[in-house]
T-cell receptor, first 112, second 114 residues
Framework: AQSVTQPDIHITVSEGASLELRCNYSYGATPYLFWYVQSPGQGLQLLLK??????LVQGIKGFEAEFKRSQSSFNLRKPSVHWSDAAEYFC??????????FGDGTTLTVKP | DAGVIQSPRHEVTEMGQEVTLRCKPI?????LFWYRQTMMRGLELLIY????????DSGMPEDRFSAKMPNASFSTLKIQPSEPRDSAVYFCASSLLIRGNTIYFGEGSWLTVV
């Protein structure tokens, strides 16, 4: 069965600083990988996804993520964080059969 | 497209009552998912359907929970009888397999059982 680990429960960064959120997955084949963001009281919004091709994928709001097969990782990055980026971030893996597994999420706090 | 539509957005009910949550997936999507989100357990996949057929219900917590998808445009998640520990946000989501399995979420149904 697939699994997703987000090692950091909570991260605090200063506005303008760079950000990296970690995600490790376990799946026997090449997965579909996603990052979602959830603001308080809202549903989950897709930031970006990887399913083939270039291992560095660009998403909305200036986010990017890099798929590293050798490390089973799909870390999310942003060069300069804005206060509006404060939210909870979820990494997810979806199998070829369509089954989805989400990580436990990382809460991002942005300091002024 | 209108997105995934869930109703009700908020519900407060008394323990023992039946709760029915409703979902309309994005038109044309062939997968439908029900998730539950709580502080303690995070985001849990309860059940998912492919072409209206339940594929995996291993996440359904117990027999009090049931889900149906009578047609491609409608699904329900029912809790009977409800208990306080069922209080959570329930998300419905849908996807189209052929398009890289992006899952589109509804805004959630916030359930409180008192």
């Amino acid at each position: 069965a697939q699994s997703v680990t987000q090692p950091d429960i909570h991260i605090t960064v200063s506005e303008g600083a760079s950000l990296e959120l970690r995600c490790n997955y376990s799946y026997g084949a090449t997965p579909y990988l996603f990052w979602y963001v959830q603001s308080p009281g809202q549903g989950l919004q897709l930031l970006l996804k990887y399913f083939s091709g270039d291992t560095l994928v660009q998403g909305i709001k200036g986010f990017e993520a890099e798929f590293k097969r050798s490390q089973s990782s799909f870390n999310l990055r942003k060069p300069s964080v804005h206060w509006s980026d404060a939210a909870e971030y979820f990494c997810a893996v979806v199998t070829n059969a369509g089954k989805s597994t989400f990580g436990d999420g990382t809460t991002l706090t942005v300091k002024p | 497209d209108a997105g995934v539509i869930q109703s009700p957005r908020h519900e407060v009910t008394e323990m023992g009552q039946e709760v029915t949550l409703r979902c309309k997936p994005i038109s044309g999507h062939d997968y439908l998912f029900w998730y539950r989100q709580t502080m303690m357990r995070g985001l849990e996949l309860l059940i998912y359907f492919n072409n209206n057929v339940p594929i995996d219900d291993s996440g359904m917590p117990e027999d009090r929970f049931s889900a149906k998808m009578p047609n491609a445009s409608f699904s329900t998640l029912k809790i009977q009888p409800s208990e306080p520990r069922d209080s959570a946000v329930y998300f419905c989501a849908s996807s189209l397999l052929i398009r890289g399995n992006t899952i589109y979420f509804g805004e959630g149904s916030w359930l409180t059982v008192v």
